[in-house]
């Protein structure tokens, strides 16, 4: 079954979210001149019109980059993000089209670094094909995700990330998922992985992060998640989840700095929040989320109301 769409969502608060996270992640892996890849496993169409068709109709992009796009001052990844952004409009001042996952890959690509990208999808496929054309660094591959994560690892160069975003449109995704994790990791003991999950209202998500931390014994995992008072209305959306394992070093850090600006801006109410948690699967009981409540890392400040 391949009827999500995510042309009604680009750009939203959870792309945002995602996306920026994503972009931390490759700023450790550009810290160093080695060369890394990044195999985004779901990788979607690439790349969004915002003024015309789903993402125009849904309107859930201006509630998402529609309230950053202005932002001048900001934390550095943040404004290199948005940069990145602007220099993809046809005209620089207006925002009209918005990336996808592997169209922001390639723009942090290095001579020496790859991009793999899977998607199932024929029509998102295709226009993948459009958006990342005559790149030699970028190789596209229209397979099964599920069948991927056992034939593409460990990928060359060792160093790197796997992005793993479905769509979670079959409830069996919540135990699939921690399983590719699980043969990606047994193949390729020194990526990054990272996996997006929906904080919904019927309220899977902390399934899915037991899961994933049981299927990762001893490995620690950062969550990061964003709520925000008033989620798009009729996806039941409530909030954006972001599992980093084998995170970058201080990733923890800089993710407060970078997003908690973000919150601000997309939840002006107040009433959502950012929240982060560093577990293990011996932690007894669930993770301990911190509310993060400026850009600094706060002092240990546990809420158990999060869920
Ligand atoms: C949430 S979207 C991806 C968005 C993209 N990662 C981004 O951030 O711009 C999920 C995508 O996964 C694709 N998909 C669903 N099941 C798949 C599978 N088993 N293997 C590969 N792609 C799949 C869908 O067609 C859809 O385009």
Redesign the pocket.
Known sequence: M?S???EY??GNFA?VH??LV?WCVLDALLARAKPFVAV???????Q?PLDRGPAARSGEWRDGIGRLWSLNRAPEPLRVWLDVIRSLQAEPARLKTY??????IRQRLREQDRLVA????PG?FAALQETLRADSRCHLHQ??????ARALFPPEPRRGLA?L???Y?RVQEYGEIPEMTREIRRRWNTGIIVV?YPLLEEGRHPQLRDTLLSRHPGEEILFSEMRLSEPPRGSGLQGSGMAVLNMPWQLDRKLPEVLFPVWERLDPERHGGLFQALALENTVGRPQFQRIDSQVTPARKDVTDHD
Do not use: I, M, T
């Open positions: 391949l999500y769409q995510h969502h680009a792309d995602k996306h994503l985004d496993l779901f990788a979607g169409s690439g969004y990336p996808g996952s592997p169209a922001l899977c998607e199932l999808h998102a397979r099964d995700a599920r069948e991927a992005l975003d479905p769509a449109e997006w």
